[in-house]
């Protein structure tokens, strides 16, 4: 491939070649060995060990969207990384928060967001939300082979759509297969239990402070639960990463807010170390 | 059975570079200025839609005179470049002094190769640093040349009128609403005197500011903040002071102050 991009030469033909606005498609004609998809892998026997990102939550609230995860990465039964980031901004309105194999999604982040902001420039607008739902949804898939072997990624993205002027959750399948979710959603190993405990304290009524604690209760769940999802780490002062989109934009809540309502929470499970109590009727 | 002409290579040349000038100076001109907080892109178009200045990277931007598909090619030949650069290495890794020497080449082979018509196009890439010192403005005329600029430069078919315009008037450290408001003077000044009055709503203005808080930080200038920073120029006119409006770059979506 003649174009490399080290060299200061004049830009290749295919640069300067009017195409497709994707710089998926772009790297897929140009470099296609660049593409994760592309990479001929040898047969593999049984899993492969990498390191896993696990719990991924995310609730709506009137004027927007909260998007949050746990810090640990596992690798078998080991903690991998206990302060991993698995919460990413897609771009100004939009966010992906991704559990499975660490590595292969964190490329897939790099990848989707370089996707959004390619077309962006390249267009001079943004894509729509549904279009930025369906562009992740062609990335999964393309990742549809390694998932076989193990090495599955599967994210939630989330946004605040401007043209319907509220905010929207996705979820994702191995396959690609994608679903929008009403109010909240979660994915992950500890998302059995942070679902659980989003499906009884969600409203369609709560304010951005209450969206953002919920998320963190439904986390410490989890976390509860599920031994591959970290809860709040006060000795190391590791907390969740919790970010919230509006029409004013991408947000990531500051070490103080999210470490604020992260100790708030566990003071009240000190005394009631199940969590906040439903009505029965 | 006939013989082609002999034309020397000083005449081939000479004719391709007019023929490329004239193009360009049938476009209208634009200006690129330093102020104090980044770089800011000011030129005349009536069109909303097709751009003048664009984005080409975090710190990059792009302008352009000329004839448009030529530009406009060049333009996302420099976004798919970046991204890919980016992409393989790192964000810091592109440059707008990499991404100059680029376009140089492409538009001098371009230039010198007998088989194509050459670009009329006149670009300027510039990069905001950290500082002023930081900054980088590169002009690139339609032979493949670059030109390093301070300060200010204007690309075009009245470029070198404008250039001189700005030259005298121009100083460092001018806040947005001054470095606009003489960026506009100098558009709408003319050689015979007679100067022209733009009106906002065919002004394209974009910036890129080192004070935003986000990566990218090219961000268009339009509408209510556009007015409020010319309305600020008319204010500035009379007393000159540099602190005249610096919360002028909080409407868009993302600084949330």
């Not at chain 2, 309305?231 to 919360?247: F, G, H, Q």
């Amino acid at each position: 491939m003649e174009a490399n991009t080290r060299s200061t030469g004049r830009l290749p033909a295919a640069f300067l070649t009017p195409g497709s606005s994707s710089f998926m498609d772009f790297l897929g004609a140009h470099s296609p060995d660049l593409l994760p998809g592309n990479r001929a892998l040898p047969p593999v026997q049984g899993a492969i060990e990498a390191p896993h990102g696990t719990t991924i939550v995310a609730t709506t609230f009137p004027g927007g969207v909260v998007l949050a995860g746990d810090r640990r990465a596992t690798m078998g039964n080991m903690i991998a990384q206990r302060d991993i980031e698995k919460v990413f901004p897609a771009d100004e309105y939009s966010a992906v928060g991704i559990a499975g194999t660490a590595g292969l999604a964190v490329e897939m982040v790099k990848l989707f967001q370089l996707e959004l902001e390619h077309f962006e420039k390249v267009e001079g607008v943004q894509l729509s939300l549904e279009g930025k739902a369906n562009r992740l949804s062609t990335m999964i898939r393309s990742n549809l082979g390694l998932a076989m072997q193990g090495l599955a990624v599967v994210p939630l993205f989330a946004g605040f759509d401007v043209d319907r002027e509220r905010g929207r959750i996705f979820s994702y399948d191995v396959t690609g297969g994608r679903s929008e979710e009403t109010g909240y959603a979660a994915t992950g190993s500890g998302s059995i239990f942070a679902r659980g405990a989003m499906k009884k304290l969600y409203r369609d009524d709560l304010s951005e402070e209450e969206a953002t604690t919920l998320v963190v209760q439904a986390l410490y769940d989890a976390a509860d639960d599920d031994s591959a999802t970290g809860g709040p780490d006060v000795a190391r002062r590791i907390y969740p990463i919790v970010t919230v989109i509006t029409d004013e934009g991408f947000r990531r809540l500051t070490d103080e807010e999210s470490s604020g309502i992260a100790r708030a929470i566990l003071e009240r499970r000190l005394a009631q170390p199940d969590g906040p109590r439903a009505a029965l009727l | 059975m006939s013989t082609p002409f002999y034309v020397s290579p000083q005449q081939a040349m000479a004719d391709r570079a007019e023929y490329a000038r004239k193009g360009i100076a049938r476009g209208r001109s634009l200006v690129v200025l330093q102020y104090a907080d980044g770089i800011v892109f000011v030129g005349e178009n009536p069109s909303r839609a097709l751009h003048k200045f664009s984005e080409i990277y975090d710190r990059i931007g792009f302008a352009a005179a000329g004839k448009y598909n030529e530009y406009e090619n060049l333009r996302i030949g420099g976004v798919r470049y970046a991204d890919l650069r980016g992409y393989t290495y790192d964000r810091d890794d592109v440059t707008a002094r990499g991404l100059a020497n680029v376009y140089a080449q492409t538009l001098g082979t371009i230039f010198s190769s007998a088989g194509e018509k050459p670009y009329e196009v006149e670009l300027v890439v510039a990069e905001v640093g950290d500082a002023p010192e930081g900054d980088q403005i590169y002009r690139l005329p339609h032979d493949g040349s670059i030109v390093d600029e301070h300060g200010s430069v204007a690309v075009g078919g009245n470029a070198e009128q404008i250039s001189g315009y700005l030259d005298q008037r121009h100083r460092d450290g001018m806040s947005l609403a001054e470095a606009l408001k003489l960026a506009v003077q100098a558009l709408s000044s003319q050689a015979n005197g007679n100067d022209r009055e733009i009106p906002a709503d065919r002004l394209e203005v974009a910036v890129l500011d080192r004070t935003r808080p986000q990566q990218r930080k090219f961000k268009r200038i339009v509408g209510r903040q556009l007015a409020r920073l010319l309305e600020a120029e008319e204010a500035a006119t009379a007393p000159t002071d540099a602190p005249s409006d610096e919360a002028d770059d909080s409407s868009g979506p993302e600084s949330g102050e």
